[in-house]
């Protein structure tokens, strides 16, 4: 990520580290000890097939570089919901075993805030970019997830 290129809120962001420490995807503080993010994103930070249908177990790492660097907290799966055969689904709450770094907030979230008329910041780890990569679009959804599918979707 470039100097300077954060915002405050950035550092909600939650960088889910597989087994070799290395960025699997991204997520964001959601409350006191929570964090949401993608359910692949889990599953194959713990070595698992990314469509892996039965909550997963095991303990994992995540950090939050934008708050604090070099702080990692060990959280597990609260809440599972699997990549569906339609593709929805994909959503996983993990439960932090650890106070998170105290300049991480929890991310404020807006409702009906984007449109195509709107500029929009979206925040992953593509492969690559360890710390980060920010893209900057105006009516488009832009995925980012370490498997570089970086993939803009007019909308």
Same mark, same amino acid.
């Given at each position: 990520m470039e100097p300077g290129s954060?915002?405050?809120?950035?550092?909600?962001v939650a960088r889910i580290l597989g087994a070799d420490g290395r960025?699997?995807?991204?997520?964001?503080?959601?409350?006191?000890r929570e964090v949401i993010t993608c359910a692949h994103v889990v599953a194959t930070a713990l070595g698992l097939p990314p469509d892996t249908r039965e909550s997963p177990g095991g303990r994992l790492w995540i950090d939050f570089p934008l708050a604090e660097r070099g702080t990692r907290v060990p959280a597990r799966v609260g809440a599972w919901t699997p990549v569906r055969p339609d593709g929805s689904g994909d959503i996983a709450v993990l439960e932090l075993l650890a106070?998170? &770094?105290?300049?991480? &907030?929890?991310a404020r979230l807006v409702e009906g805030a984007a449109g195509p008329d709107r500029r929009v910041r979206a925040f992953g780890f593509p492969q690559s970019y360890d710390d980060g990569r920010i893209d900057r679009s105006a009516g488009i959804y832009t995925h980012l997830d370490a498997q570089a599918h970086e993939q803009a979707v007019p909308g």
């Open positions: 954060a915002a405050p809120s950035d550092a909600s960025p699997e995807g991204a997520g964001f503080r959601a409350g006191q106070d998170p &770094p105290a300049k991480a &907030p929890v």
